[in-house]
């Protein structure tokens, strides 16, 4: 029965470390659209950093990706439609997951 148990474990901690993986990965993802977005709007350093946070707290509000496009479509004004979030935010979560694996 340990071998059971054993596996069972070893599973709920592969299930956790992937879980944990997919939040970083989410979050690491809204910094680099939010920067992105931030040069769009012309900030720079500290006020860029900023904007990148305030995406990522926007994503935090949802479930979903939906609550980032509204909000960057409303800041971003005519500069990038909500397609072309939606493909920045396609593109920047395998970024995202590299960099991560990077740090491991």
Do not use: C, H
Not at 2 to 18: G, L, M, Q, S, V
Not at 50 to 57: F, H, I, R
Not at 72 to 98: C, F, N, T, V
Request: glycine share 6%; aromatic share 6%; net charge negative.
């Amino acid at each position: 029965m340990t071998t059971f148990n054993d596996r069972e474990t070893a599973f709920e901690a592969k299930f956790a470390r992937d879980a944990d993986m997919i939040f970083k990965s989410e979050v690491l993802r809204g910094k680099l659209v939010g920067r992105w977005a931030a040069d769009l709007l012309g900030m720079t350093g500290a006020a860029a950093e900023e904007y990148a946070v305030s995406v990522v707290v926007a994503d935090l509000e949802k479930p979903g990706t939906e609550d980032v496009v509204a909000k960057l479509a409303a800041d971003l004004s005519g500069k990038a439609s909500p397609e072309q979030i939606r493909a920045k935010l396609a593109e920047m979560l395998p970024l995202a997951q590299a960099q991560l694996m990077a740090e491991r």
